[in-house]
Nanobody, 120 residues
């Protein structure tokens, strides 16, 4: 089984950029679809972006044109490049991955999240 670990969060001023990473470890054969979500305390978790096993991406309207998802299969890592950040982007960001293990079993995992704070 492969746990997911997000990293790259932090404090940034409005208009700045951050790159989040979602790294998988364990008995991994391949990482299939990966989605990014975010959650503000007291709010529902919302979908941000996703990338397929073939590299096709899609985005929520509120981040389209500002965020970019990419993947490095050799490193078992998916990235979320965030630019033109706004205070409204402040949230805990989570990745959710569909993974095929070395036993050829398809499993899904949530990361524990990484905090992104955008100051005005």
């Amino acid at each position: 089984q492969a746990p997911l670990v997000e990293s790259g969060g932090g404090l940034v001023q409005a208009g700045g950029s951050l790159r989040l990473s979602c790294a998988a470890s364990g008995s991994i054969f391949s990482i299939n679809r990966v989605d990014w979500y975010r959650q503000v305390p007291g709010n529902q978790r919302e979908w941000v972006a996703g990338i397929t096993s073939g590299g096709n991406t899609n985005y929520a309207d509120f981040v389209k044109g500002r965020f970019t998802v990419s993947r490095d299969n050799a490193k078992s890592t998916v990235y979320l490049q965030m630019s033109s950040l706004e205070p409204e982007d402040t949230a805990v960001y989570y990745c959710y991955a569909v993974i095929t293990t070395t036993a050829r079993v398809i499993s899904t995992y949530w990361g524990r999240g990484t905090q992104v704070t955008v100051s005005s």
